[in-house]
């Protein structure tokens, strides 16, 4: 069992940057494949970045590659989400996750945190 809580949301204005954390609690986070998901209004849920359980490789939706950076501490238990160049596109509640391994789609994640807010003002 794992329970997941985000934190570092906020409003920012186009082309700032946030950092996003999730601490996880439980033992075997290191188990773990991590990903970040987000959500808009009135859209689904849409893959972010994932993270393999050793950190030593990560995936990017084109949308954040070359903007975003997933990483993680496994000593801390926590995984981040650097979010740099900001858009107002960006704009959605961001979720964290954990699941047996690094997948794009949602369905393959067994954990999911509560999310946390990010607004991009133009």
């Known amino acids: 069992q794992v329970q997941l809580a985000e934190s570092g949301g906020g409003l920012v204005q186009a082309g700032g940057s946030l950092r996003l954390s999730c601490a996880a609690s439980?033992?075997?986070?290191?188990?773990?494949?991590m990903g970040w998901f987000r959500q808009a209004p009135g859209k689904e849920r849409e893959f972010v970045a994932t993270?393999?359980?050793?950190?030593?490789?990560?995936d990017y939706a084109d949308s954040v590659k070359g903007r975003f950076t997933i990483s993680r501490d496994n000593a801390k238990n926590t995984v981040y989400l650097q979010m740099n160049s900001l858009k107002p596109e960006d704009t959605a509640v961001y979720y964290c996750?954990?699941?047996?391994?690094?997948?794009?789609?949602?369905?393959?994640?067994?954990?999911w945190g509560q999310g946390t807010q990010v607004t991009v003002s133009s």
């Open positions: 993270i393999t359980r050793s950190g030593s490789s990560t």
């Open positions: 996750t954990a699941g047996p391994w690094e997948s794009r789609n949602h369905h393959a994640y067994d954990y």
């Open positions: 439980g033992r075997s986070f290191s188990s773990y494949a």
